[in-house]
């Protein structure tokens, strides 16, 4: 396959970093690299750099992320992210479309040795357009569970029968890969309890985050710009898609709560989502308006910043959190957090010991968890060692090391 497979180590880590010389790596995926909008862009981002930087040829291969979108766009490095042409439809019409255009573009490109696939349903055109390459397919949570959770509140028959065909189409997607890449022990047994793939097929690769250069000097600086006036109250800050799964009701509920005996505590929602409107309602139902604020889409930079000037993060997931890159990042930038007991969370965020998980995924668990915490919160000194300690625990080159590994082996 004319690649050439060889280490080199990592000055800073101490990881052998295993190179990919001239492999022709084609990476497949549901969603973009051009912008890093959550947890799969960023993943498929780190992915593409990490695997350039061993050397291989890297190309990818996605759908439009809107129908008017180029077919066509140079990514850093020059690297051809190739989109094919899609409507935006998410059921039928547009996994016949993905199929068609995926025959169209495979029978101009076959030139790779390998497949990466970070999702399951441009992988699953591909492998109908005739794609046999050996694969390494990357899984974060399941398609056909998010749907699912999606539509909880206006189950039917239809949706039924759509969780059973996206359920059908991912068993044929992981079940012919011949390896797996997941980023916990939790994502690796439900892939063996939910597609009987063996575990000598799945590899383990906790996901990294990167560390900044954070001014210290100017910590009570920063918080008295976004915070203001309330700049000496305790302040819980989130970072959610605001859907179902994510449990931002749960935090609402919460810090209800805890307003009766803190109502000194400030609450910060980052994000957007479909329950927007309907969390700033229950917000205003419980009489939270002014404790509880939603900032919806915010750019990296001020996000970073607010949760670097927050106390507390909250992590209330109900559902589905196959890792929790969420978690890395706060902690990456000195914020402990508190997280329901709720996926990957119990393996992920007791790490480190300035981090809590609530001993329920309810309203009443979390507040019992944030007022035991708000009288024992990490002071300065503290808070600076618990962001070098997760950039030095969470390095990507550990992630690097698993990645390459697991792509090579299938050379």
């Known amino acids: 396959m004319g690649t050439?497979?060889?280490?080199?180590?990592?000055?800073?880590?101490?990881?052998?970093?295993?190179?990919?010389?001239?492999?022709?790596?084609?990476?497949?995926?549901?969603?973009?690299?051009?912008?890093?909008?959550?947890?799969?862009?960023?993943?498929?981002?780190?992915?593409?750099?990490?695997?350039?930087?061993?050397?291989?040829?890297?190309?990818?291969?996605?759908?439009?992320?809107?129908?008017?979108?180029?077919?066509?766009?140079?990514?850093?490095?020059?690297?051809?992210?190739?989109?094919?042409?899609?409507?935006?439809?998410?059921?039928?019409k547009g996994l016949l479309q993905l199929r068609k255009?995926?025959?169209?573009w495979w029978q101009m490109h076959q030139e790779f040795d390998v497949v990466i696939a970070e999702q399951p349903f441009v992988m699953w055109a591909l492998m109908k357009a005739g794609c046999k390459l050996p694969r390494l397919q990357?899984?974060?949570?399941?398609?056909?569970?998010?749907?699912?959770?999606?539509?909880?509140?206006?189950?039917?028959?239809?949706?039924?029968?759509?969780?059973?065909?996206?359920?059908?189409?991912?068993?044929?997607?992981?079940?012919?890969?011949?390896?797996?890449?997941?980023?916990?022990?939790?994502?690796?047994?439900?892939?063996?309890?939910?597609?009987?793939?063996?575990?000598?097929?799945?590899n383990i690769a906790a996901g990294g985050i990167d560390g900044f250069d954070l001014p210290w000097d100017q910590h009570e600086k920063m918080r008295?710009?976004?915070?203001g006036e309330e700049v000496a109250l305790p302040t819980i800050i989130t970072l959610r898609n605001l859907v179902p799964r994510t449990g931002v009701d749960l935090l609402v509920?919460?810090?209800?709560?805890?307003?009766?005996d803190r109502p000194d505590v400030r609450w910060h929602v980052l994000g957007n989502g479909a329950l927007l409107e309907p969390l700033k309602q229950l917000r205003d139902t419980l009489n939270m308006h002014k404790v509880i604020k939603f900032s919806g889409f915010l750019p990296e930079k001020e996000v970073q910043?607010?949760?670097?000037?927050?106390?507390?993060?909250?992590?209330?997931t109900r559902s589905l959190e196959g890792f929790g890159l969420v978690t890395?990042?706060?902690?990456?930038?000195g914020l402990p957090v508190i997280a329901t007991p709720v996926g990957a969370n119990p393996e992920v965020v007791p790490w480190h010991p300035l981090n809590r998980i609530a001993d329920h995924a309810t309203p009443e668990s979390l507040a019992k968890t944030v007022l035991a915490y708000l009288d024992t919160l990490p002071n300065f000194k503290e808070r600076q060692k618990l962001a070098s300690e997760t950039e030095k625990h969470f390095s990507w080159q550990k992630h690097d090391h698993a990645l390459t590994a697991a792509v090579n082996a299938l050379t």
């Not at 498929?44 to 890297?58: F, P």
């Open 101 to 104: 255009e995926a025959n169209i």
């Open 253 to 260: 509920q919460a810090a209800a709560i805890v307003h009766i």
């Open 305 to 316: 910043q607010k949760l670097w000037s927050a106390d507390v993060f909250m992590l209330p």
């Open 4 to 92: 050439v497979a060889d280490e080199s180590l990592d000055g800073a880590t101490g990881v052998a970093i295993l190179k990919l010389k001239n492999l022709r790596i084609l990476v497949v995926s549901d969603v973009s690299a051009e912008t890093v909008f959550g947890g799969a862009e960023r993943m498929l981002h780190h992915h593409i750099r990490a695997l350039h930087d061993a050397g291989a040829k890297v190309s990818v291969l996605t759908r439009q992320p809107t129908s008017d979108a180029d077919i066509l766009i140079k990514l850093v490095h020059g690297i051809d992210e190739h989109r094919l042409r899609f409507s935006g439809d998410k059921g039928r």
């Open 138 to 202: 990357v899984c974060h949570s399941f398609a056909f569970e998010e749907y699912a959770t999606r539509h909880g509140l206006d189950w039917s028959f239809y949706h039924r029968l759509v969780v059973s065909g996206m359920r059908k189409l991912e068993a044929t997607v992981y079940q012919s890969a011949q390896s797996h890449l997941v980023l916990s022990n939790f994502m690796q047994q439900r892939l063996q309890n939910f597609f009987n793939i063996p575990a000598s097929q799945i």
């Open 328 to 333: 890395l990042e706060a902690n990456v930038l």
């Open 224 to 227: 008295q710009t976004h915070w």
